[in-house]
């Protein structure tokens, strides 16, 4: 599974007051199969976040054919759990209407901040996302308790499935790559749902927990191809930051990590040098895409890449 970058497409564009800083988690909707819908978060100078979007060319998504003026989600009220801003994380069609289910996220005192996922509405008319509710779809439990969020959601026959990042604890951290930060432990975990509102939690983790240098498993993107389930996540290291890993299942339950076939790290130079995070694979006719953040958590903006046919 070689993947072949093709650079950059998006940075912050700091012309913009809530775009100073980040283009994070890019996730794709493919509009048409020439005409693939990008949406992203940036930050404002309070590091407030807030979700927009571009179009890109499907046959070359450097070519950017439309970039929206405005965010199309903001950060939720006071003291809701995404008072402190939103990424978004996947985005599902039902009955004719888009959904947007999203990261809300609330900086705290005791730990640096919590993450829980929301749903939210397109608006055709106002060409803009609308909450669906003010609390999380994945609020916390007794053992998920700080992180239930960067879901991804497929439809599964009659219902619908999904792959979230979960955590419930902390860890100290004085590395090169985190110079005395406590940082979040967590894996990722799959639930289903008949109504994109009330979710169960599978009794099974989806991957198994971090080991040795790990510490995290970010951002699952999960696609059916063929009887075949495959996802791509971030795996996080103490040492060295995120990395990209490789897993697939044949029901979407249990799941075989498979690295070694990521065949795609970081470039010897630029913004992507450091480190490569929070993929995203759409297929269109002619190419299999990947979309992913570089350095510092995408604050350097997000790329792509292409699966080599060799």
């Not at 402190?84 to 730990?111: A, E, M, W």
């Not at 967590?186 to 927990?209: C, E, F, G, N, V």
């Not at 029901?251 to 040098?273: F, T, Y």
Request: a positive charge; charged letters at 25%.
């Amino acid at each position: 599974m070689k993947w072949i970058k093709k650079g950059r497409i998006w940075k912050p564009d700091k012309k913009i007051w809530w775009q100073q800083h980040y283009a994070i988690l890019p996730t794709p909707y493919l509009v048409e199969d020439n005409r693939i819908r990008i949406f992203f978060a940036s930050t404002d100078k309070n590091l407030i976040g807030h979700i927009t979007f571009i179009d890109v060319d499907g046959d070359n998504p450097s070519q950017i054919i439309y970039r929206h003026p405005r965010p199309v989600l903001g950060p939720g009220e006071k003291g809701m759990f995404d008072e402190h801003g939103v990424n978004p994380c996947s985005i599902v069609r039902k009955n004719g209407d888009l959904y947007l289910f999203y990261v809300g996220y609330q900086r705290q005192k005791t730990v640096p901040y919590t993450l829980f996922t929301g749903l939210a509405l397109w608006n055709t008319k106002k060409q803009l996302f609308e909450r669906v509710k003010k609390t999380p779809v994945l609020d916390r439990i007794d053992d998920e308790l700080f992180l239930r969020s960067g879901a991804c959601v497929l439809p599964d026959r009659d219902s619908w499935k999904i792959w979230y990042v979960a955590g419930s604890s902390w860890i100290h951290l004085n590395t090169p790559a985190y110079r005395n930060r406590l940082m979040p432990k967590y894996t990722i975990q799959s639930a289903t749902s008949h109504d994109l509102i009330s979710w169960k939690r599978s009794p099974r983790t989806a991957l198994p927990m971090p080991r040795g240098d790990e510490f995290g498993f970010g951002r699952p993107w999960v696609i059916k191809d063929g009887s075949m389930f495959r996802m791509w996540y971030s795996v996080r290291y103490a040492s060295r930051g995120y990395r990209l890993g490789y897993a697939q299942s044949t029901n979407g339950d249990n799941w075989v990590r498979k690295d070694r076939l990521m065949d795609i790290d970081v470039s010897s130079s630029g913004w992507d040098s450091q480190m490569v995070c929070y993929p995203a694979v759409v297929k269109t006719k002619r190419a299999t895409l990947l979309f992913y953040n570089g350095n510092h958590n995408g604050k350097t903006g997000f790329g792509y890449a292409t699966l080599s046919d060799k």
